[in-house]
């Protein structure tokens, strides 16, 4: 099957209230569970969009509830469903619209992770059963995902000759971004200083390498273009999307410390460039999944925003905070607006293209790039007006 340009678009986006349930949870209470904050945040989504809620023949849930008890409780019976992470839910509703399976479906996801104590680290980490990099090496002293990703990060700087202060830009320019972004969790600015001189969790990850762990929920609607652009002006495009997968030696972390995911960055985003007739160079903003810090820079050179090696020339030179010429996470992203493992993303790629993305809005936006490069799999997406 031929995924066409501009076939599918989002019509609906909705959010819980993350700084407030941060605070909250913090405080003791428990706001929601997983289901809870996912219906929450689809009904903001179905008001978002304005339309009818019989009209949702589709539903995709994310991996923590079940497709069926998220059904009941939406009240959606669907003709098509299924469960996957935010850019694989993508695809698939691209997917599964186009095959003509559905016509509109509405994404979910919900998660209780800092409320239920979930474990992203020891022998009970969440994932391990799936994604054994996360365990597999526990015998050998690396504990937690930090582990695995301060090994990458170690031998990335080695040989791209990257430094601390090279890294601290990420850190820095996504918490300026945060800074002008009112539904962000951690917005007080930070300076290389800071960075340089905060704690290691995990060396040479700083703690603000991390992402934030918090409860909440997402939800979007994504429909054929036909009917998105019946029922609102201004539906954000699906223009192009790639996958490629590295499996060999993934396990034993072989494609992140051997090429970094290179190889599968460079064709996930070609394939999404070709089907999009657009590339690199004709991007406003650029998304990255950014679980930790070092994601940023891979994704970089990975999906052509800069020769491969020139990493720390392009942060300085080029700058991706504001007033930088590529404007990156601009919602400050996992570790600055909120862990919604990738979701949070396709909200703010909407609000950009919409042009209500408030204080940070980049101006005239009309195209965003978002890039996910986890567990092996490098998924590329570009959005437009």
Partial sequence: ??????????????????????????????????VGYAAQAFQDALRDSGIPKD?????????????ERMGEVLGLNVRWGGQADAVQSVLQAQMAIEAGYAKVIALVYGNDQRSAGTQYGGPSAMGGQS????????????????????????????????????????????????????????????TIDDYLQSRYVCEP?????????????????????????????DPVYILGTGRSDLNTGATSLEPRLTDYYLPAQQQA????????????????????????????????EGYGYCEVGDVAKFLAEKGIGPGGALPVNTHGGHL???????WNHQLEAVRQLRGTA???????????????????KCMSVIYGR
């Fill in 55 to 67: 009209d949702i023949d589709g539903l995709i849930v994310g991996p923590t509830t079940a497709y």
């Fill in 1 to 34: 099957m031929t995924r066409t340009r501009r076939a599918t678009a989002i019509i609906g986006i909705g959010q819980t209230d993350w700084s407030g349930d941060w605070r909250r949870v913090r405080a003791g209470e428990k706001p929601a569970d997983s």
């Fill in 336 to 342: 600055s607006e909120s862990y919604m493992q990738g």
């Fill in 358 to 376: 408030g204080d940070r809005q980049v101006p005239g936006a009309q195209t965003v790039h978002y890039t996910s490069d986890v567990a092996g």
């Fill in 205 to 233: 990850l700083h703690v603000f390498d991390y992402c934030l762990v918090n409860d909440g929920g997402v939800a979007l609607i994504i429909a054929d273009a036909e009917y998105a652009e019946r029922m609102r002006p």
């Fill in 131 to 190: 994604f054994l990099s996360y365990v597999y090496h526990s015998p050998w002293g690396m504990t937690s995902q930090g582990a695995l990703y301060a090994l990458t990060l170690r031998r990335y700087q080695h040989e791209r000759g990257l430094s601390e202060a090279d890294m601290g830009q990420v850190a820095v320019a996504q918490r300026a971004w945060a800074s002008m972004n009112e539904a962000a969790i951690q917005r007080k600015q930070i």
């Fill in 269 to 300: 985003g070609a394939s999404s460039y070709e089907m999009a007739g657009i590339g690199p160079d004709d991007m406003d903003v650029m998304l990255a999944y950014d679980s930790f810090s070092v994601h940023v820079p891979l994704a970089l």
